[in-house]
């Protein structure tokens, strides 16, 4: 039997109202298979998806591949330095054209050596010439639209979606100082087949209610009751976000709670004060601090588990301090406090949605962000929603 009933979808309306009277949505999203392929057609091969940052293939030939809702894609920046991303799938017999990341003139199918350029144009077929009505032109690797956001790659599997960039203009001022694009990210570290539905991560991500409750002592600099949410949702949004203030300026997630590296020089004073904690769904989470930004990059395992991309973003100058990596070694261990505080938790969330006891809660008004999460879900649920 279906999980995807009317009746089913009705019940989602309690959830998006105002944080004072709505309910957390129906545990079964969080654990049902069924689900989580719905959502796949629904919303992951229709919405823009994150795939990595424009300066980690900063020259023509660099490239990487990355799988994207099931579908293996190579993303390049070309001769003309311009990014592109499309299909790994040879368009002879299927084969995975490359894996990792190199830099190339072009990419060579291992299987039987057809060569494509690093904008997917189809170069050479040996022994092809004896095909009828065979034309190079028309067996180049699909594309997939293309868009870079605050130096994030974003790419959309739907060729009608409409612009990401516009949608995001409610975030926007509140990066404009930290200039993203020209920030510098040492490296990224991925952890993977984490215990908890993608929808459990972003939301604790996002979750004021918990900052100094679960994560006493250690973010007691940045409290829940500073949790704000200064700017209304929009429906045509898609990005999510709130303020955390500080009890102090240049607040830092590590055992001092200072910012540890040099603060980003073009910051207010209003904006040393706080954080942000932004949502891109449905895979990009991005977070301010004065002394630097993050991200995770979602991707959706099973109902159960996802694999999650992990990245700092620093103002270059950071990274001539002499004592950058000491810094950044101390950083790094003050944000494992936190990952693992997080992960006991959102690993019992999952857990616990799987109790036939799994109640649809109240919200605080601490959680506002979650409502406002619920509401662009569900505009998506109802638009794709079979007709039974």
């Known amino acids: 039997m279906t999980i995807l009933t009317n009746e089913f979808l009705e019940s989602f309306e309690i959830s998006i109202s105002g944080f004072d009277d709505s309910q957390t949505l129906p545990p079964e999203i969080y654990t049902s298979e069924e689900f989580l392929d719905f959502e796949r057609r629904s919303i992951f091969d229709h919405e823009w998806l994150c795939v990595g940052l424009a300066n980690s293939i900063p020259n023509p030939g660099d490239w ?29 017999r299927a084969m995975q054209i490359c894996e990792g990341s190199g830099n190339n003139s072009k990419f060579k199918c291992p299987y039987h050596h057809w060569i494509y ?14 095909t009828k009505d ?14 870079i956001w605050k130096g994030f790659i974003f790419v959309n599997l739907d060729p009608e979606a409409e612009s990401l960039t516009p949608t995001l203009s409610r975030y926007d001022s509140y990066l404009e100082n930290y200039k993203l694009d020209e920030a510098v990210c040492p490296g990224t570290f991925t952890l993977e087949s984490l215990p908890w539905n993608w929808k459990i991560m972003f939301e604790n991500f996002n979750d004021g209610y918990h900052a100094n409750r679960l994560h006493q002592y250690v973010q ?9 949410f200064p700017v209304p949702w929009e429906d045509s949004s898609n990005v999510i976000f709130r303020e955390s203030g500080y009890v102090h300026i240049d607040g830092g997630f590590n055992p001092t709670h200072k910012a540890l590296f040099p603060v980003y020089p073009e910051l207010t004073e209003e904006e040393r004060w706080r954080s ?9 989470c991005i977070g301010t601090a004065p002394d630097q930004a993050f991200f995770f990059i979602v991707n959706p395992v099973t109902a159960g588990t996802i694999d999650v991309e992990i990245g700092y973003l620093f103002h270059p100058t950071a990274l001539e301090h002499p004592l950058f990596d000491e810094l950044f070694e101390a950083s790094d261990a003050g944000v494992q406090v936190f990952i693992k505080q997080d992960q006991d938790a959102t690993t019992k969330v999952q857990n616990g949605l799987n109790s036939r006891f799994a109640p649809r809660g109240k919200y605080s008004w601490q959680e506002e962000s979650h409502v406002q999460f619920n509401k662009w879900l569900v505009q ?6 079979p007709q039974l």
């Open 220 to 228: 007691d600099f940045c409290p829940s009751d500073l949790s704000s």
């Open 64 to 92: 990487y591949t990355k799988t994207v809702n099931g579908e293996p894609l190579i993303v390049a920046r070309g001769k003309d330095h311009q990014i592109r991303v499309f299909s790994a799938v040879c368009q002879h």
């Open 380 to 385: 998506r649920y109802k638009k794709h929603w």
């Open 134 to 147: 065979f034309n190079k032109s028309e067996w180049g690797l699909p594309d997939v639209r293309v868009e």
């Open 117 to 130: 350029d690093l904008d997917g144009r189809l170069l050479g077929a040996p022994a092809m010439e004896k």
């Open 276 to 284: 942000t904690f932004a949502l891109i769904p449905p895979n990009l």
